[in-house]
């Protein structure tokens, strides 16, 4: 395991046209159905990015790559254009997990019980799959990884976004060729940067460009990699987690080697918000149910409350236990221009404050005087720990 610092985020808002968006499966059913010709596309594309060339793939490569693209987000591919599948009307034809949803006030023990069990049959297979990389630092081959991690890398983000009351991102096959790039750099050079010059081992333009936009990681892959850009520590302004969790996220980028990893995150934006966070805003960790532990998160990891467009300046927190007592905690500065605007705070309270492991730990979250536009805003919620 390497150090935190081996992880690096991003430090500004950049955007560019939409791409399409939209649910996806989990680590199973579809996933498993991928076609042979939809494979051997990907395998096509993502090999010829090691070195140069360029020329026509043609109509079928490209229909059999709009093929994979919808079986790993979980909607009807377009094989006339070979393009990426229009977003879906309504979450009913969107894909079918993780189909959890936020907790929000729901408290009940059915909601316990299915919780857990899409930690148990979902998320733990999907941070179980493994990453085999076909490239080579040394011939500067990108390589592929396999359809199915790319699948669970994606489930993973959604899952985490579910969580926290966002919309699901679908995988975008153009920004994960760059970012499967980006990765190889990392992990050619053994070092970490958003600007990587051209001196740099398996240098390309592509990856270059990939990096400056992704969330990158050395020591980390798959989906250990994501779970280390949420809890990012070592990283007090959370950018990791602020790019994971913003609202207009529509699709990201995957690249992994065995050793390194790049999300590309900046660029494609829904127009605005949705209204279910204008509502109710952006948790972490998130309200209601929540396996504790180092796969979601845990109540010393740093809580954060995002708002699109929030002026937290005058913004206060308190935390309560499940007893009513206050605790104590200890504000984290952070700059605005990463994902939404974002106020961070951390327990200072000692655990036995707190803590009633292995039973649930609950908590009391209210926030004030947050100002969004001409409004001042208050929210509250609770959140549950629950050993899974």
């Not at 959604?158 to 991102?169: F, I, M, Q, T």
């Given at each position: 395991m390497v150090t935190p610092q081996d992880i690096e985020g991003l430090g500004s808002n950049m955007e560019d046209s939409a791409s399409s968006g939209s649910k996806r499966p989990g680590p199973g059913g579809r996933l498993r159905a991928v076609s042979a010709v939809a494979l051997l596309a990907l395998s096509a594309a993502l090999a010829g990015c090691g070195g140069g060339g360029g020329g026509g793939g043609g109509g079928g490569a490209?229909?059999?790559?709009?093929?994979?693209?919808?079986?790993?987000?979980?909607?009807?591919?377009?094989?006339?254009?070979?393009?990426?599948?229009?977003?879906?009307?309504?979450?009913?034809?969107?894909?079918?997990?993780?189909?959890?949803?936020?907790?929000?006030?729901?408290?009940?023990?059915?909601?316990?019980?299915a919780m857990l069990e899409v930690f148990r049959t979902q998320l733990i297979p999907a941070f179980d799959e493994p990453v085999v990389w076909t490239g080579s630092t040394a011939s500067c081959l990108a390589g592929q990884?396999?359809?199915?991690?790319?699948?669970?890398?994606?489930?993973?983000?959604?899952?985490?976004?579910?969580?926290?009351?966002?919309?699901?991102?679908?995988?975008?096959?153009?920004?994960?060729?760059?970012?499967q790039q980006a990765a190889l750099m990392m992990r050619a050079e053994g070092a970490l940067s958003h600007e990587p010059p051209p001196s740099w081992a398996c240098y390309t333009p592509a990856g270059a460009l990939a990096a400056a936009r992704s969330n990158i990681a050395l020591g980390y892959t798959g989906a250990a990699a994501l779970q280390a850009y949420m809890e990012d520590e070592g990283h007090p302004q959370l950018g990791h987690r602020r790019w994971l969790l913003y609202s207009?996220?529509?699709?990201?980028?995957?690249?992994?080697?065995?050793?390194?990893?790049?999300?590309?995150?900046?660029?494609?934006?829904?127009?605005?918000?949705?209204?279910?966070?204008?509502?109710?805003?952006?948790?972490?960790?998130?309200?209601?149910?929540?396996?504790?532990?180092?796969?979601?998160?845990?109540?010393?990891?740093?809580?954060?409350?995002?708002?699109?467009?929030?002026?937290?300046?005058g913004a206060s927190v308190a935390m309560a236990n499940d007893r009513g007592a206050p605790l104590a905690i200890s504000y984290q500065a952070l700059q605005p221009g990463t994902g939404d605007e974002t106020i961070a705070w951390s327990l200072a309270s000692p655990e036995g404050e707190w803590s009633r492991l292995p039973a649930d730990t609950r908590f009391s979250v209210s926030l004030g005087n947050v100002r969004v536009g001409s409004e001042m805003r208050s929210f509250r919620y609770d959140v549950v720990f629950v050993t899974p």
């Open positions: 490209d229909a059999s790559a709009a093929l994979l693209l919808a079986t790993i987000n979980g909607r009807p591919a377009d094989a006339g254009s070979g393009a990426a599948p229009a977003a879906p009307s309504s979450a009913t034809d969107a894909g079918t997990t993780p189909t959890l949803g936020p907790s929000g006030t729901d408290l009940s023990p059915a909601r316990r019980a990884t396999s359809p199915e991690l790319k699948a669970a890398e994606l489930f993973v983000i959604n899952y985490y976004r579910e969580l926290a009351g966002l919309p699901a991102v679908s995988l975008h096959l153009e920004n994960s060729i760059g970012a207009r996220l529509r699709d990201v980028g995957l690249g992994d080697t065995e050793s390194s990893n790049a999300v590309w995150v900046v660029g494609t934006s829904l127009p605005g918000a949705p209204a279910e966070v204008l509502a109710r805003g952006i948790p972490w960790p998130p309200s209601g149910f929540v396996p504790i532990g180092d796969r979601v998160v845990r109540p010393t990891s740093l809580w954060s409350f995002g708002y699109p467009g929030a002026d937290f300046t």
